[in-house]
């Protein structure tokens, strides 16, 4: 496919005549075409297309199609069906009502030229920048929450994963390489892989299920040792189905016995999930929980701003797999909205993602005050007031002495770095002193050994302690209230589109989606906006309506 840049056509008379009687009070498509233009241009999109070939489709309606085919929760055929069919749509896409479409295959087609060329942040930065010329968009607060996002693959359990990767390794051998399959497989397979394997198919009794996991294996194998035999062609070990075949049989298996039986790896042998493949159709998603809800798949990151007197735009979205903790995620968010220039002044987080490192370093690199609660001190002492936790002492930092409550001083003062790679000071406090101190139970439970007390390096640790100090007293308490919008905006893209339910397989195609998602919601805010429609507050039920404030 070819393209060659075309300027962007004015509405036709004809639809912008039929649109306007059709939209008295106007319509979300044709205030968003009135207010900002096309938004894209062809341009922006050279990079995906070759200069030879067919000519392709206006890459400027291929993006906002992708984005209003989210902004109503559309398949493509219903998207594709919309352009031929809707008024408003044309008029955004300044289409001639006799406008026969095209083929629903070409946005796949187009999500699918994007993420190759690296280009689908485009979309919602486009938008952005469109919003920051018009005064919509300021470097103000901002603040963001994850949300899971569960798979386009079904959930299977240990036998399942283990069926079903086979059958799809049969099946891609079956398509590339027919004739080499029909000369090694066992007939049985036959009875065995020519259906999905679904648990309810699969026998009840325990000792049924491992025969049958056993036999699964045993297949598994033959197949690879068929596969990896000198005399078996090289390119058999390059298909996709094979290699995740074979990396599924080492975290399931031990390698065979003497005998030929299989060996089922024990628990604790078992690889993390971070790498666990548990669906052979989608190798990226894997398994997590957090709090009350598990789930395979992915995790997004939404960043919105919050300010008074503009829009609540989505600015940011970071698509992960569901195995990073959000903590992990304050950088790259950081970094995203740096290099747009969207950079807040505040950054409202919950306690998941703040950490002292956050704290020092979103301060030093990015000028980025973060507002979150973090973490109580996880020590007994720090649990069991009132017993001596790391706040009740006093340090001397340049001359690397700690203080005890009852003014013992330290002795050793190690700097050293943790299993996180981050500075860490590790203190004790005299044997004899700590043998003889009259209020030693408030401080070690150890029968014999002294205090021994770690804690971050200078400037962590002052931070740590000085928002443990302050994240109790109201100031920051009405500061960081502010934060619990983001859960009504991730509330509204699993409500308006399917923010929780990749519709695609994979990272990339899932992170694509939330642009698309994120760009449609904007659009959705920016309707609100330019109709005067206030934002939502936070409902109060009427009973707690009732209860009296604090004097
Ligand atoms: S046990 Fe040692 S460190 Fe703790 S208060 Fe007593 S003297 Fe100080």
Same mark, same amino acid.
């Given at each position: ?102 083929? %629903? ?52 359990n240990r036998l399942e ?25 066992? =007939? ?11 648990n309810y198919r699969l026998p009840k009794l325990d000792s049924e299920r491992e025969a049958l996991g056993n036999l699964i ?69 894997? =398994? ?39 903590? @992990? ?65 006093? %340090? ?39 043998? @003889? ?90 309707? @609100?906006? %330019? ?21």
């Amino acid at each position: 496919m070819s393209m060659q840049p075309q300027s962007i056509p004015p509405v036709p008379p004809d639809t912008e005549a039929v649109a306007r009687a059709a939209f008295p009070k106007g319509n979300i498509y044709v205030l968003l075409r009135d207010n900002l233009g096309s938004i894209y241009a062809d341009e922006m999109f050279t990079a995906l297309f070759s200069k030879r070939g067919q000519p392709a489709e206006s890459p400027w309606r291929l993006a906002l199609i992708s984005i209003m085919q989210f902004v109503e929760n559309l398949s493509d055929r219903q998207a594709a069906d919309a352009v031929r069919s809707r008024i408003d749509w044309k008029y955004a896409l300044s289409l001639p009502l006799t406008d026969p479409g095209f083929d %629903f295959s070409i946005l796949s087609e187009f999500r699918q030229r994007l993420i190759s060329a690296d280009a689908e942040q485009l979309l919602l930065d486009k938008l952005l920048e469109r919003l920051r010329d018009l005064g919509l968009l300021k470097r103000e607060r901002q603040r963001t929450d994850s949300t899971h996002v569960i798979a386009a693959v079904r959930h299977l359990n240990r036998l399942e994963t283990l069926g079903e990767t086979l059958r799809a390794a049969l099946n891609s051998l079956a398509t590339v390489a027919p004739d080499w399959l029909m000369s090694h497989l066992h =007939y049985d397979w036959f009875d065995r892989y020519s259906r999905r394997i679904e648990n309810y198919r699969l026998p009840k009794l325990d000792s049924e299920r491992e025969a049958l996991g056993n036999l699964i294996g045993k297949d598994g194998f033959a197949l690879l040792n068929a596969i990896y035999a000198t005399v078996a062609p090289e390119w058999l070990r390059q298909i996709k189905a094979v290699e995740i075949l074979r990396q599924v049989w080492v975290q399931q298996f031990y390698a065979p016995g003497e005998d030929g039986e299989v060996q089922w790896r024990k628990t604790k042998d078992m690889p993390p999930s971070t790498i666990t493949i548990h669906s052979p159709y989608d190798v990226e998603a894997h =398994y997590s929980n957090k709090r009350s809800v598990d789930w395979v798949g992915y995790k997004t990151h939404v960043t919105e701003t919050c300010g008074e007197d503009c829009p609540h735009l989505i600015t940011q979205v970071y698509t992960t797999l569901s195995t990073v903790t959000d903590d @992990a995620a304050v950088e790259p968010i950081h970094q995203g909205l740096e290099e747009k220039s969207l950079l807040p002044n505040e950054h409202l987080m919950d306690t998941g993602y703040v950490t002292a490192e956050h704290f020092v370093n979103s301060r030093t690199q990015y000028d980025v005050e973060i507002i979150g609660p973090v973490r109580s001190d996880p020590s007994w002492q720090a649990r069991n007031h009132p017993k001596f936790a790391a706040d009740q002492f006093k %340090f001397d930092w340049d001359n690397q002495v700690a203080t005890c409550p009852m003014g013992q001083q330290s002795v050793t003062w190690l700097p050293e770095i943790d299993k996180r790679g981050q500075p860490i000071i590790d203190i004790r406090f005299p044997t004899a002193a700590c043998r @003889a101190c009259r209020v030693r139970r408030r401080c070690t439970r150890s029968k014999k050994d002294p205090r021994g007390l770690t804690i971050r390096a200078q400037a962590f640790h002052t931070a740590l302690q000085t928002r443990r100090q302050s994240q109790e007293t109201p100031e920051f308490l009405h500061q960081y209230h502010q934060r619990a919008g983001i859960e009504a905006t991730l509330s509204q893209g699993t409500r308006r589109t399917c923010l929780r339910r990749s519709r695609y397989r994979g990272l990339a195609k899932t992170h694509l989606q939330h642009i698309l998602i994120a760009t449609a919601l904007n659009f959705l805010r920016l309707d @609100a906006w %330019f109709n005067e429609v206030p934002i939502a507050k936070t409902r109060i039920s009427r009973f707690k309506q009732l209860q009296p404030k604090p004097a």
